[in-house]
């Protein structure tokens, strides 16, 4: 009986490695159909970064999880991805007041940020009365009692004139986790007479501003086609992008002096399946300057191609000179601990592979104190080394998962009859010493 158990778990374990282990003895870099060749301009050890290509994103996965980049010798390296689009975000933090006086000129109000705050690099004061330029002084501290500067020789101002107001009354400081923060604003000597001003109100945040970089290229003018949109004569274009890229604005010159359409935005990769992506109105003033005019997208979309769909009425068609549409840049960020060795490689194209998980992506905020020194990316190149996943035994021989079943029923069927046997051989012998135990009482 053990020698049948042995041989059905030595069949299970043939089927099992006969699937995994032609997997596991891929390289991942034979798994990446394409590859192109990254060059460091810089040469030396240092932060780099690179534009991924649109011809790299529209041979990759949407989320470009498949993006794996080696030296010459084969050694993977960390990298960060990054979407470059503008960031204007702000989180406040709750405060208490903890302590708040005022010394000769100067006003000042000691805030209580609480356990776990987090980062902070903002703060709004409000103050009393207009017209007025009054520095200010930021500070923090650990224990509420000792203070070290973090901005120092700001001001805040507020002046009305003609009904408008002009203000500032935000300062920034550099990313600080201290509990406690302590702001000074001294008196404006000209129209505060060296009263201390009233602080009525500070507000602390979280301000992350960047100003992203945008990819953006031209594409060939399409010819018009005729439709009719809510039962009006419209014109439409099929803008073919060039690739499969995300795209979340398009940048049109228009040669008329002066017009007010109203368009739509589609995505039509699919005519089954036509993707609404924005709408608005195009419009131009007579006397106005021919500024390209941009129509932006609430939500960026993957696609190839776009349909510009402009309901003309009963005016001739616009005469469109150029279209470019545009898309935050994606950014790799990787880091060169030594020379590199040359040349560098970007693997992608395997829709299977997972999202690569580097420590180098949750430190990259304090790596980049310098701007990241840019390479070139060569063309896309087949990967000669390229081989594909193999499809599943069962796949490739059809048969084998029969017979694997038909031994596994002959192994069962042994285990069965040996039991079987075995129950047959008891039965006597059980009778045997029941009869015994009977004689002996």
């Excluded at 103050?127 to 009692?145: L, M």
């Excluded at 079943?405 to 069927?413: C, K, M, T």
Aim: overall charge negative.
């Amino acid at each position: 009986m053990n020698k049948t158990r042995s041989i059905v778990v030595l069949i299970v374990a043939a089927f099992l490695l006969s699937v995994i282990l032609p997997v596991l003895a891929q390289d991942s870099q034979a798994l990446q159909p394409f590859f192109v060749e990254v060059t460091p301009s810089a040469g030396a050890p240092g932060i780099y970064d690179l534009a991924v290509p649109l011809e790299v994103m529209d041979k990759s996965r949407e989320d470009l999880a498949d993006l794996r980049l080696y030296n010459a010798e084969g050694r993977e390296i960390p990298y960060a991805l990054r979407i470059r689009g503008e960031v204007d975000e702000k989180r406040e933090v709750e405060t208490r007041v903890f302590n708040e006086g005022r010394i000769g000129s100067t006003s000042e109000m000691a805030l209580d940020l609480g356990e776990g705050a987090g980062e902070h690099n903002e703060v709004e004061i409000e103050t009393s009365g207009s017209n007025f330029r009054r520095r200010v002084e930021i500070e923090g501290g650990d224990s509420g009692k000792e203070w070290r500067t973090l901005r120092t020789g700001d001001v805040i101002f507020s002046f009305e004139a003609q009904n408008k107001v002009v203000e500032s009354k935000r300062v920034s400081y550099p990313a600080s986790r201290y509990r406690y923060l302590r702001v000074r604003v001294d008196a404006d000597e000209l129209s505060d007479k060296q009263q201390p001003p009233a602080i009525s109100g500070v507000k602390v945040m979280m301000a992350l501003r960047e100003k992203g970089e945008l990819t953006a290229w031209a594409v060939p003018v399409p010819p018009y086609q005729y439709l009719r949109n809510q039962s009006s004569p419209a014109s439409a274009w099929i803008i073919d992008l060039g690739a499969r890229v995300p795209c979340d604005r398009l940048s049109i010159e228009v040669n008329d002096d002066s017009f007010s359409r109203p368009f739509q935005v589609e995505a039509v990769d699919d005519p089954q399946n036509i993707r609404f992506v924005t709408s608005g109105e195009l419009t131009r003033r007579v006397g106005e300057a021919r500024r390209p005019l941009l129509i932006t997208f609430e939500k960026e979309v993957y696609a190839q191609r776009l349909r510009l769909l402009v309901t003309d009425f009963s005016n001739q068609t616009l005469s469109i000179a150029s279209i470019r549409p545009g898309a935050p840049a994606r950014q790799i960020v990787f880091e060169l601990k030594e020379t590199p060795v040359q040349p560098l490689r970007l693997y992608f194209g395997d829709p299977k592979s997972n999202a690569p998980h580097y420590d180098f992506e949750k430190d990259l905020q304090a790596k980049l104190s310098a701007q990241p020194v840019r390479c070139e990316v060569g063309n896309v190149t087949e990967n000669p080394g390229y081989k594909p996943e193999p499809l599943p035994l069962t796949e490739r021989i059809p048969w084998l998962i029969y017979a694997v079943l038909a031994a596994s029923s002959l192994a069962l069927a042994m285990i069965l009859i040996s039991l079987t046997r075995t129950t047959l051989r008891a039965k006597p012998q059980q009778a045997k010493d029941s009869n015994t135990q009977t004689s002996g009482g």
